[in-house]
Protein backbone atom coordinates (compact mmCIF):
# COMPACT_ATOMS: atom_id res chain seq x y z
CA UNK A 1 0.00 0.00 0.00
CA UNK A 2 1.16 3.50 -0.48
CA UNK A 3 0.13 5.51 3.22
CA UNK A 4 0.17 9.41 3.80
CA UNK A 5 1.18 9.57 7.34
CA UNK A 6 0.30 13.12 9.08
CA UNK A 7 1.52 13.50 12.83
CA UNK A 8 3.37 16.04 14.78
CA UNK A 9 7.17 15.48 14.33
CA UNK A 10 8.09 16.09 18.24
CA UNK A 11 8.73 14.31 21.36
CA UNK A 12 5.23 13.46 22.16
CA UNK A 13 3.86 10.22 22.33
CA UNK A 14 1.79 10.94 19.21
CA UNK A 15 4.21 11.71 17.06
CA UNK A 16 6.48 8.68 18.37
CA UNK A 17 3.81 6.06 17.51
CA UNK A 18 3.00 7.54 13.60
CA UNK A 19 6.59 7.70 12.75
CA UNK A 20 7.70 3.85 14.38
CA UNK A 21 4.69 2.38 12.50
CA UNK A 22 5.45 4.21 9.51
CA UNK A 23 9.15 2.53 9.76
CA UNK A 24 7.43 -0.55 10.85
CA UNK A 25 5.49 -0.49 7.84
CA UNK A 26 7.98 0.33 5.43
CA UNK A 27 9.89 -2.36 6.47
CA UNK A 28 7.04 -4.64 5.24
CA UNK A 29 7.29 -3.55 2.02
CA UNK A 30 4.63 -0.41 2.00
CA UNK A 31 5.56 3.03 0.72
CA UNK A 32 5.55 5.54 3.46
CA UNK A 33 4.88 9.60 3.10
CA UNK A 34 5.05 11.60 5.98
CA UNK A 35 3.02 14.53 5.92
CA UNK A 36 4.27 17.50 8.64
CA UNK A 37 5.98 20.26 9.37
CA UNK A 38 9.34 19.06 10.25
CA UNK A 39 11.51 16.07 9.86
CA UNK A 40 10.00 13.45 12.76
CA UNK A 41 12.37 13.37 15.73
CA UNK A 42 12.04 9.16 15.27
CA UNK A 43 12.52 9.21 11.70
CA UNK A 44 16.40 8.74 11.96
CA UNK A 45 16.91 5.51 9.41
CA UNK A 46 17.02 5.32 6.05
CA UNK A 47 15.20 2.92 4.03
CA UNK A 48 14.25 3.05 0.61
CA UNK A 49 10.66 2.78 1.10
CA UNK A 50 10.24 6.28 3.27
CA UNK A 51 9.48 9.62 2.23
CA UNK A 52 9.08 13.25 3.90
CA UNK A 53 7.14 16.04 2.58
CA UNK A 54 7.66 19.02 4.68
CA UNK A 55 4.54 21.59 4.61
CA UNK A 56 5.78 24.89 4.17
CA UNK A 57 3.49 27.01 6.34
CA UNK A 58 3.82 30.75 4.55
CA UNK A 59 3.60 33.70 6.64
CA UNK A 60 2.25 36.94 6.08
CA UNK A 61 2.30 40.55 7.76
CA UNK A 62 -1.84 40.20 7.80
CA UNK A 63 -1.69 36.40 9.84
CA UNK A 64 -1.33 36.68 13.55
CA UNK A 65 -1.20 33.18 13.38
CA UNK A 66 -0.22 31.35 10.36
CA UNK A 67 -3.18 29.11 8.94
CA UNK A 68 -1.26 25.29 9.23
CA UNK A 69 -4.49 23.16 8.39
CA UNK A 70 -4.55 25.16 5.08
CA UNK A 71 -1.20 24.14 4.26
CA UNK A 72 -1.23 20.95 5.56
CA UNK A 73 -4.16 20.11 3.81
CA UNK A 74 -2.57 21.85 0.58
CA UNK A 75 0.31 18.83 1.08
CA UNK A 76 -1.96 16.17 1.21
CA UNK A 77 -3.91 17.16 -1.84
CA UNK A 78 -0.59 17.77 -3.46
CA UNK A 79 1.03 14.54 -1.77
CA UNK A 80 -2.01 11.84 -2.65
CA UNK A 81 -2.44 13.41 -6.55
CA UNK A 82 1.41 13.37 -7.50
CA UNK A 83 2.27 9.99 -5.15
CA UNK A 84 -0.99 7.97 -6.07
CA UNK A 85 -1.32 7.63 -2.42
CA UNK A 86 -3.93 4.80 -1.48
CA UNK A 87 -4.82 5.78 2.36
CA UNK A 88 -3.96 9.07 4.24
CA UNK A 89 -3.81 8.49 8.32
CA UNK A 90 -3.54 11.14 10.43
CA UNK A 91 -2.43 10.83 13.98
CA UNK A 92 -4.30 13.12 16.76
CA UNK A 93 -7.24 14.78 15.37
CA UNK A 94 -6.19 18.41 16.18
CA UNK A 95 -5.75 19.30 13.52
CA UNK A 96 -4.91 16.61 11.55
CA UNK A 97 -8.74 15.05 10.91
CA UNK A 98 -10.55 18.02 9.98
CA UNK A 99 -7.24 19.20 7.45
CA UNK A 100 -7.51 15.12 6.17
CA UNK A 101 -11.24 16.79 5.41
CA UNK A 102 -10.66 19.33 3.21
CA UNK A 103 -7.75 17.68 1.57
CA UNK A 104 -10.34 14.56 0.87
CA UNK A 105 -12.89 17.09 -0.39
CA UNK A 106 -10.51 19.39 -2.77
CA UNK A 107 -9.87 15.76 -4.33
CA UNK A 108 -13.38 14.29 -4.63
CA UNK A 109 -13.71 17.31 -6.82
CA UNK A 110 -11.25 16.12 -9.17
CA UNK A 111 -12.55 12.61 -9.32
CA UNK A 112 -9.89 11.15 -6.98
CA UNK A 113 -11.43 9.35 -3.39
CA UNK A 114 -8.77 9.17 -0.69
CA UNK A 115 -9.94 6.97 2.30
CA UNK A 116 -8.77 8.69 5.69
CA UNK A 117 -8.14 7.35 9.00
CA UNK A 118 -7.74 9.25 12.00
CA UNK A 119 -5.92 7.89 15.23
CA UNK A 120 -7.16 9.09 18.74
CA UNK A 121 -4.28 9.68 20.72
CA UNK A 122 -5.26 11.23 24.42
CA UNK A 123 -5.41 14.72 24.67
CA UNK A 124 -6.77 15.81 21.77
CA UNK A 125 -9.78 13.73 23.24
CA UNK A 126 -9.77 14.63 26.76
CA UNK A 127 -8.33 17.83 26.87
CA UNK A 128 -8.06 19.88 24.23
CA UNK A 129 -10.55 18.22 22.05
CA UNK A 130 -13.32 18.46 24.29
CA UNK A 131 -12.86 22.65 24.91
CA UNK A 132 -15.78 24.37 23.10
CA UNK A 133 -13.58 25.95 21.14
CA UNK A 134 -12.25 22.81 19.16
CA UNK A 135 -14.83 20.16 19.94
CA UNK A 136 -17.64 21.43 16.97
CA UNK A 137 -14.74 20.90 14.43
CA UNK A 138 -13.35 17.46 16.59
CA UNK A 139 -16.88 16.03 16.21
CA UNK A 140 -17.57 16.43 12.36
CA UNK A 141 -13.57 15.22 11.10
CA UNK A 142 -14.18 12.35 13.38
CA UNK A 143 -17.29 11.29 11.94
CA UNK A 144 -15.99 12.47 8.34
CA UNK A 145 -13.11 10.21 8.80
CA UNK A 146 -13.63 6.57 6.64
CA UNK A 147 -12.03 5.19 9.65
CA UNK A 148 -11.16 6.02 13.22
CA UNK A 149 -9.16 3.79 15.77
CA UNK A 150 -8.09 4.95 19.38
CA UNK A 151 -4.98 3.69 21.57
CA UNK A 152 -7.15 1.96 24.38
CA UNK A 153 -10.57 0.89 25.35
CA UNK A 154 -10.57 4.09 28.35
CA UNK A 155 -10.03 6.21 24.92
CA UNK A 156 -12.80 4.73 23.08
CA UNK A 157 -14.94 5.04 25.92
CA UNK A 158 -14.08 8.44 26.62
CA UNK A 159 -14.84 9.35 22.97
CA UNK A 160 -18.38 8.47 22.64
CA UNK A 161 -18.82 10.24 26.16
CA UNK A 162 -17.22 13.43 25.16
CA UNK A 163 -18.68 13.64 21.69
CA UNK A 164 -21.78 12.60 19.23
CA UNK A 165 -20.18 9.92 17.79
CA UNK A 166 -21.77 8.33 15.17
CA UNK A 167 -18.97 5.94 13.69
CA UNK A 168 -17.23 2.61 15.17
CA UNK A 169 -14.00 2.92 16.76
CA UNK A 170 -11.74 0.26 16.77
CA UNK A 171 -9.04 -0.30 19.42
CA UNK A 172 -5.35 -0.35 18.00
CA UNK A 173 -2.91 -0.10 21.00
CA UNK A 174 0.03 1.13 20.92
CA UNK A 175 3.20 -1.03 20.01
CA UNK A 176 6.63 -1.61 21.08
CA UNK A 177 9.79 -2.33 18.87
CA UNK A 178 11.30 -4.96 21.34
CA UNK A 179 14.52 -4.81 19.28
CA UNK A 180 15.32 -1.36 20.54
CA UNK A 181 13.87 -1.27 23.78
CA UNK A 182 15.47 -3.69 25.21
CA UNK A 183 18.19 -4.31 28.54
CA UNK A 184 21.44 -3.48 27.60
CA UNK A 185 24.36 -3.85 29.39
CA UNK A 186 24.50 -0.41 30.96
CA UNK A 187 26.54 -1.01 34.46
CA UNK A 188 29.06 1.33 34.37
CA UNK A 189 26.34 3.94 33.69
CA UNK A 190 24.76 2.55 36.92
CA UNK A 191 27.55 2.49 38.88
CA UNK A 192 28.64 6.02 38.17
CA UNK A 193 24.59 7.37 39.21
CA UNK A 194 24.18 4.65 42.19
CA UNK A 195 27.95 4.25 43.53
CA UNK A 196 26.84 2.69 46.83
CA UNK A 197 24.40 0.29 44.97
CA UNK A 198 21.06 2.62 45.32
CA UNK A 199 17.90 1.54 44.39
CA UNK A 200 17.38 3.75 40.44
CA UNK A 201 13.86 5.66 39.82
CA UNK A 202 12.99 7.27 36.32
CA UNK A 203 10.17 9.42 35.43
CA UNK A 204 10.36 10.57 31.40
CA UNK A 205 7.78 12.85 30.16
CA UNK A 206 6.71 16.31 28.38
CA UNK A 207 6.89 17.61 31.75
CA UNK A 208 3.30 18.94 31.00
CA UNK A 209 0.40 19.93 34.36
CA UNK A 210 -1.13 16.46 33.46
CA UNK A 211 1.77 14.28 33.73
CA UNK A 212 1.67 15.56 37.88
CA UNK A 213 5.61 15.12 37.85
CA UNK A 214 5.60 16.77 41.55
CA UNK A 215 3.84 13.61 42.23
CA UNK A 216 6.96 11.80 41.56
CA UNK A 217 9.17 13.98 43.23
CA UNK A 218 7.26 14.24 46.36
CA UNK A 219 6.87 9.90 46.33
CA UNK A 220 10.55 10.13 45.90
CA UNK A 221 11.11 12.57 48.68
CA UNK A 222 9.35 9.66 51.12
CA UNK A 223 10.90 6.39 49.77
CA UNK A 224 14.98 7.97 50.16
CA UNK A 225 13.57 8.65 53.59
CA UNK A 226 13.71 4.74 53.92
CA UNK A 227 15.49 3.76 51.21
CA UNK A 228 18.86 4.83 49.94
CA UNK A 229 17.89 5.46 46.29
CA UNK A 230 18.23 8.25 43.19
CA UNK A 231 15.56 9.52 40.77
CA UNK A 232 16.72 10.88 36.88
CA UNK A 233 14.26 12.81 35.69
CA UNK A 234 13.75 12.45 31.50
CA UNK A 235 12.25 15.03 29.18
CA UNK A 236 11.50 18.84 29.09
CA UNK A 237 8.60 20.91 29.72
CA UNK A 238 6.77 23.89 30.83
CA UNK A 239 6.40 22.30 34.49
CA UNK A 240 10.68 21.87 34.44
CA UNK A 241 11.30 25.18 36.18
CA UNK A 242 8.87 24.62 39.08
CA UNK A 243 9.99 21.02 39.82
CA UNK A 244 13.43 21.89 40.25
CA UNK A 245 11.98 24.71 42.72
CA UNK A 246 9.97 22.03 44.48
CA UNK A 247 13.33 19.61 44.66
CA UNK A 248 15.26 22.32 46.78
CA UNK A 249 12.56 23.09 49.01
CA UNK A 250 12.32 19.21 49.53
CA UNK A 251 15.97 19.16 49.99
CA UNK A 252 16.13 15.91 47.34
CA UNK A 253 18.30 17.57 44.56
CA UNK A 254 21.92 15.91 45.60
CA UNK A 255 19.88 12.15 44.78
CA UNK A 256 18.10 14.02 41.54
CA UNK A 257 19.18 14.21 38.27
CA UNK A 258 16.59 16.33 35.79
CA UNK A 259 18.55 14.80 32.32
CA UNK A 260 16.40 17.02 29.30
CA UNK A 261 15.18 15.21 26.16
CA UNK A 262 17.27 12.28 25.78
CA UNK A 263 17.46 10.71 22.26
CA UNK A 264 18.43 6.86 23.73
CA UNK A 265 16.05 7.06 27.07
CA UNK A 266 16.35 3.00 26.59
CA UNK A 267 19.71 3.18 27.48
CA UNK A 268 18.74 5.22 31.12
CA UNK A 269 15.66 2.54 31.28
CA UNK A 270 18.36 -0.27 31.17
CA UNK A 271 19.63 0.43 34.72
CA UNK A 272 16.52 1.85 36.47
CA UNK A 273 14.26 -0.32 39.23
CA UNK A 274 11.03 1.42 38.93
CA UNK A 275 9.52 3.64 36.31
CA UNK A 276 7.10 6.53 37.84
CA UNK A 277 4.20 7.45 36.05
CA UNK A 278 1.58 9.13 38.03
CA UNK A 279 -0.54 11.19 35.46
CA UNK A 280 -3.95 12.72 35.91
CA UNK A 281 -4.96 11.97 32.48
CA UNK A 282 -3.15 8.95 30.07
CA UNK A 283 -5.21 7.49 27.11
CA UNK A 284 -2.02 5.10 26.94
CA UNK A 285 1.37 5.45 28.79
CA UNK A 286 3.88 4.60 25.65
CA UNK A 287 6.16 5.56 28.14
CA UNK A 288 5.43 3.13 30.77
CA UNK A 289 5.26 0.43 28.07
CA UNK A 290 9.14 1.56 27.21
CA UNK A 291 10.06 1.17 30.42
CA UNK A 292 8.21 -2.15 31.01
CA UNK A 293 10.28 -3.23 27.69
CA UNK A 294 13.41 -2.71 29.91
CA UNK A 295 12.28 -4.78 32.52
CA UNK A 296 11.64 -1.90 35.19
CA UNK A 297 8.29 -2.42 37.02
CA UNK A 298 5.93 0.87 37.23
CA UNK A 299 4.55 2.84 39.65
CA UNK A 300 1.61 4.33 37.47
CA UNK A 301 -1.42 6.20 38.63
CA UNK A 302 -5.01 4.41 37.72
CA UNK A 303 -5.87 7.25 35.52
CA UNK A 304 -7.01 6.31 31.53
CA UNK A 305 -5.85 3.55 30.07
CA UNK A 306 -2.18 2.79 32.04
CA UNK A 307 -4.58 -0.09 34.04
CA UNK A 308 -4.47 -1.51 30.49
CA UNK A 309 -0.84 -1.68 30.25
CA UNK A 310 0.80 -1.62 33.48
CA UNK A 311 -1.48 -4.21 35.35
CA UNK A 312 -2.32 -4.03 38.91
CA UNK A 313 -0.58 -5.86 41.40
CA UNK A 314 1.46 -7.74 38.29
CA UNK A 315 3.71 -5.64 36.69
CA UNK A 316 3.52 -2.65 38.87
CA UNK A 317 0.68 -0.97 40.87
CA UNK A 318 -1.65 1.36 39.15
CA UNK A 319 -2.96 3.47 42.32
CA UNK A 320 -5.41 6.40 43.10
CA UNK A 321 -4.56 9.69 40.80
CA UNK A 322 -2.69 11.72 43.66
CA UNK A 323 -2.63 9.62 46.72
CA UNK A 324 1.25 9.86 47.44
CA UNK A 325 0.85 7.62 50.74
CA UNK A 326 -0.47 4.44 48.57
CA UNK A 327 1.89 5.15 46.04
CA UNK A 328 4.85 5.34 48.45
CA UNK A 329 4.04 2.52 49.67
CA UNK A 330 3.48 0.47 46.56
CA UNK A 331 6.56 1.56 45.47
CA UNK A 332 8.60 0.55 48.66
CA UNK A 333 6.42 -3.37 48.13
CA UNK A 334 7.90 -3.15 44.28
CA UNK A 335 11.41 -2.08 45.23
CA UNK A 336 12.13 -4.73 48.39
CA UNK A 337 15.16 -6.92 46.93
CA UNK A 338 12.74 -10.14 47.17
CA UNK A 339 10.12 -8.79 44.71
CA UNK A 340 12.00 -6.56 42.25
CA UNK A 341 12.90 -9.50 40.34
CA UNK A 342 9.36 -11.00 40.49
CA UNK A 343 8.05 -7.23 39.12
CA UNK A 344 10.54 -7.35 36.40
CA UNK A 345 9.94 -10.21 34.95
CA UNK A 346 6.28 -9.89 34.69
CA UNK A 347 6.75 -6.38 32.90
CA UNK A 348 8.90 -7.84 30.47
CA UNK A 349 6.53 -10.48 29.93
CA UNK A 350 3.58 -7.60 29.27
CA UNK A 351 5.80 -5.65 27.39
CA UNK A 352 6.12 -8.30 24.86
CA UNK A 353 2.33 -8.72 24.36
CA UNK A 354 2.58 -4.89 22.50
CA UNK A 355 5.44 -5.72 20.42
CA UNK A 356 5.01 -4.29 17.14
CA UNK A 357 4.85 -7.31 15.14
CA UNK A 358 1.73 -8.44 17.11
CA UNK A 359 0.21 -5.40 16.41
CA UNK A 360 1.47 -4.16 13.12
CA UNK A 361 -0.91 -6.61 11.19
CA UNK A 362 -4.00 -4.86 12.86
CA UNK A 363 -3.00 -1.97 11.09
CA UNK A 364 -2.96 -3.40 7.55
CA UNK A 365 -5.98 -5.49 8.14
CA UNK A 366 -7.86 -2.16 9.00
CA UNK A 367 -5.72 0.16 6.37
CA UNK A 368 -7.45 -3.40 3.89
CA UNK A 369 -10.68 -2.81 5.25
CA UNK A 370 -11.45 1.23 5.21
CA UNK A 371 -9.80 1.17 1.15
CA UNK A 372 -12.17 -1.65 0.39
CA UNK A 373 -15.34 -0.33 2.55
CA UNK A 374 -14.58 3.32 1.11
CA UNK A 375 -14.61 2.37 -2.75
CA UNK A 376 -17.57 0.34 -2.56
CA UNK A 377 -19.28 2.92 -0.99
CA UNK A 378 -18.18 5.38 -3.51
CA UNK A 379 -18.98 3.59 -6.97
O1 LIG B 1 1.32 12.80 26.73
C1 LIG B 1 1.26 13.73 25.94
O2 LIG B 1 0.87 14.84 26.24
C2 LIG B 1 1.63 13.47 24.52
C3 LIG B 1 0.50 12.83 23.81
C4 LIG B 1 0.65 12.99 22.34
O3 LIG B 1 -0.35 12.92 21.69
O4 LIG B 1 1.68 13.23 21.80
O5 LIG B 1 0.43 11.47 24.25
C5 LIG B 1 -0.78 10.80 24.10
O6 LIG B 1 -0.56 9.82 23.10
C6 LIG B 1 0.35 8.77 23.46
C7 LIG B 1 0.53 7.86 22.25
O7 LIG B 1 -0.67 7.29 21.85
C8 LIG B 1 -0.19 8.01 24.68
O8 LIG B 1 0.71 6.99 25.04
C9 LIG B 1 -0.35 9.01 25.84
O9 LIG B 1 -0.94 8.32 26.92
C10 LIG B 1 -1.24 10.17 25.43
N1 LIG B 1 -1.21 11.19 26.48
C11 LIG B 1 -2.29 11.51 27.19
O10 LIG B 1 -3.37 10.97 27.07
C12 LIG B 1 -2.08 12.57 28.21
Known sequence: MRIGIVCYPTFGGSGVVATELGK????????????T?????RLDFFNENLFYHEVDIKSYPLFEHAPYELALASKMVNVVEFEKLDLLHVHYAIPHASAAYMAKQILKSQGIEIPVVT??????????????????????????SDGVTAVSEDLKKAT?????????????????DLDRFKKQKKEHFKRAICPNDEKLLVHTSNFRKVKRVEDVIKVFFEIRKVLPSKLLLVGDGPERDKMERLC???????????????????????????FLIPSEKESFGLA?????????PVLSSNAGGIPEVNIDGVTGFACPIGDIKEMTQKALFI???ENLPGFKKRALARAKEYDVSNILPHYEKFYKETIEKTLTLTK
Open 335 to 337: LSD
Open 288 to 296: ALEAMACEV
Open 160 to 176: FEHFDIKKDIEVIPNFI
Open 37 to 41: YRQPT
Open 119 to 144: TLHGTDITLVGKDPNYAPVVTFSINQ
Open 24 to 35: ALAKEGHEIHFI
Open 248 to 274: RELGTCEDTRFLGKLDAVEEVLSVSDL
